[in-house]
């Protein structure tokens, strides 16, 4: 049959790359904003030889089949159904950072001085305190263990309820702080806590891989993969980019890969 395409068969970009996960049921999924997907087959040969440099018979042994796969977006499902094989629930930490606090300028006697932060209820971790303008600017408070004795100048104390207790001595009397914490919201976002799993714990998936270009498609299928390396780079002035290495075998039936695109040559 006549190649009725117009254009040779090549490929431009990332393409597109669907998921599905074959150790266990799930819908497929794609990663979404490909931004590089590629794959390699290394062969490992046994050369035989006689006395003379070149060898008489090459025999191909074992091949090791590798590829990567970046993405422009943070996907937490692609993460844990490639890598983790585990599942997210509803909810997400979020932060205050640099919130302004204000220790009152007269105290009742009392051993401390508690003030009520904005995300006080849902309050998780306190990431630090800090003066905003005095002892100097941006020096740290110290975190005290306990309230049981009086708090002496820029110590705090954080309770069970997120409540921030500061000293009532002269430094800290009406001094302007900066508190940093870590607060649970739980009506948006999703989260994982990533559990330690038994040895030899490993997810698999069958990767779709499909690009067009001019009407001619080119499309891969890999019918047994496994990730065996996940990379987040979060730099200064670029995107952080997800980077999974897969590498990817035989299945049941013995397939490895499918190949199909529209040119015939």
């Given at each position: 049959m006549a190649n009725t395409n117009s254009v040779p068969m090549a490929a431009f970009g990332p393409g597109s790359l669907f998921v599905t996960r074959t150790d266990t049921a799930g819908a497929p999924f794609n990663i979404g904003y490909a931004q590089e997907f590629s794959y390699d087959e290394s062969a490992d040969n046994k050369e035989l030889y006689g006395t003379n440099q070149y060898a008489l018979l090459v025999a191909r042994g074992t091949v090791k089949a590798t590829g990567k796969i970046k993405a422009a977006t943070i996907s937490g499902l692609a993460l844990a159904q490639c890598f983790w094989g585990q599942s997210f629930s509803s909810g997400q930490y979020l932060s205050?950072?640099?919130?302004?606090?204000?220790?009152?300028?007269?105290?009742?006697?009392?051993?401390?001085?508690?003030?009520?932060?904005?995300?006080?209820?849902?309050?998780?971790?306190?990431?630090?305190?800090?003066?905003?303008?005095?002892?100097?600017?941006?020096?740290?408070?110290?975190?005290?263990?306990?309230?049981?004795?009086?708090?002496?100048?820029?110590?705090?104390?954080?309770?069970?309820?997120?409540?921030?207790?500061?000293?009532?001595?002269?430094?800290?009397?009406?001094?302007?702080?900066?508190?940093?914490?870590?607060?649970?919201?739980?009506?948006?976002?999703?989260?994982?806590?990533?559990?330690?799993?038994?040895?030899?714990?490993?997810?698999?998936?069958?990767?779709?891989?499909?690009t067009t270009l001019y009407g001619a498609t080119m499309y891969r299928r890999f019918y047994s993969c496994i990730s065996t390396k996940l990379a987040l780079a979060h730099k200064l002035t670029d995107f952080a980019m997800p980077e999974i290495d897969i590498a990817f075998f035989a299945n049941s039936a013995g397939n490895v890969f499918t190949v199909t695109q529209t040119t015939v040559a």
């Amino acid at each position: 049959m006549a190649n009725t395409n117009s254009v040779p068969m090549a490929a431009f970009g990332p393409g597109s790359l669907f998921v599905t996960r074959t150790d266990t049921a799930g819908a497929p999924f794609n990663i979404g904003y490909a931004q590089e997907f590629s794959y390699d087959e290394s062969a490992d040969n046994k050369e035989l030889y006689g006395t003379n440099q070149y060898a008489l018979l090459v025999a191909r042994g074992t091949v090791k089949a590798t590829g990567k796969i970046k993405a422009a977006t943070i996907s937490g499902l692609a993460l844990a159904q490639c890598f983790w094989g585990q599942s997210f629930s509803s909810g997400q930490y979020l932060s205050s950072l640099s919130e302004a606090v204000t220790v009152a300028a007269t105290t009742t006697g009392a051993t401390g001085m508690g003030i009520n932060v904005t995300h006080q209820s849902s309050a998780n971790k306190d990431l630090g305190v800090s003066y905003t303008t005095s002892v100097p600017a941006g020096l740290p408070l110290t975190l005290a263990a306990s309230t049981t004795a009086s708090l002496t100048a820029g110590q705090y104390y954080v309770s069970s309820t997120g409540l921030y207790t500061f000293s009532t001595l002269a430094q800290d009397l009406g001094a302007a702080l900066k508190a940093n914490y870590a607060y649970v919201d739980l009506t948006a976002g999703q989260q994982i806590t990533v559990t330690n799993q038994p040895i030899g714990t490993t997810p698999t998936f069958q990767l779709d891989y499909v690009t067009t270009l001019y009407g001619a498609t080119m499309y891969r299928r890999f019918y047994s993969c496994i990730s065996t390396k996940l990379a987040l780079a979060h730099k200064l002035t670029d995107f952080a980019m997800p980077e999974i290495d897969i590498a990817f075998f035989a299945n049941s039936a013995g397939n490895v890969f499918t190949v199909t695109q529209t040119t015939v040559a």
